[in-house]
């Protein structure tokens, strides 16, 4: 079955950029979709098929997807950004939703 | 606006069964996939069933193969998952979500979620 690999954590100053990513083996075949939970909530959908964002997130929230490597990158972060992010793919071989183990964004 | 209840959730022992109910508001049900997600203490989100939009496609992780149905009454905007023969494993907060993809499965409206506690 296909795996997602994202790093546990990420640190980043306030009005920095933070780049979080998600591996999988030729991930650039796949949709990539990104979900942000903040402690006690249910998942928000901040990016879905690889690079469009959806209606009422910040544009400060982008996506990229190619080789080995999806990327949501967050710009002028601020601590509302702290969360964790799940990247999500649909793996059409199996009929599985795959998630990747999620990365803890702190601000510093 | 779009609106997901679940409920249901509870303390069961192991071996035991429960069946959650998912309410659906706001949309028209019957148009879009839904699907179950879960989540363990401290873990992150690991999907569980899906079901598309006609009722008749229905996936499931492998780990839950025979032991849990997902089902859909689109007469009463409602999802549904039977959980039968519980493992302690199972235990963890339970989402119902909304798929919009035809092709690409992703969740776009989410429940705050049911808590199932798998526990002697």
């Known amino acids: 079955s296909y795996v997602l690999t994202q790093p546990p954590s990420v640190s980043v100053a306030p009005g920095q950029t933070a780049k979080i990513t998600c591996g999988g083996n030729?991930?650039?075949?796949?949709?990539v979709h990104w979900l942000q939970q903040k402690p006690g909530q249910a998942p928000v959908l901040v990016m879905h098929?690889?690079?469009d964002r959806p209606s009422g997130i910040p544009k400060r929230f982008s996506g990229s997807n190619s080789g080995n490597t999806a990327t949501l990158t967050i710009s002028r972060v601020g601590a509302g950004d702290e969360a964790d992010y799940y990247c999500?793919?649909?793996?059409?071989?199996?009929?599985?939703?795959?998630f990747g183990g999620g990365t803890k964004l702190t601000v510093l | 606006q779009v609106q997901l209840v679940e409920s249901g959730g509870g303390v069961v022992q192991p071996g035991r069964s429960l069946r959650l109910s998912c309410a659906a508001y706001?949309?028209?049900?019957?148009?879009?996939?839904m699907h179950w997600v879960r989540q363990a203490p401290g873990k992150g989100l690991e999907w569980v069933a899906g079901?598309?939009?006609?009722?008749?496609?229905?996936y499931y992780v492998d780990s839950v193969k025979g032991r849990f149905t997902i089902s859909r009454d689109n007469s009463k905007n409602t999802l549904y998952l039977q959980m039968s023969s519980l493992r302690a494993e199972d235990t963890g907060v339970y989402y119902c979500?909304?798929?919009?993809?035809?092709?690409?499965?992703?969740?776009?409206?989410w429940g705050q979620g049911t808590l199932v506690t798998v526990s002697s």
């Open positions: 979500a909304r798929d919009p993809s035809r092709s690409s499965a992703h969740f776009d409206n």
């Open positions: 706001g949309f028209n049900f019957s148009n879009y996939a």
């Open positions: 079901v598309w939009y006609d009722g008749i496609n229905i």
């Open positions: 030729n991930i650039e075949i796949y949709t």
């Open positions: 098929y690889d690079s």
């Open positions: 999500q793919v649909w793996d059409s071989s199996d009929h599985h939703v795959v």
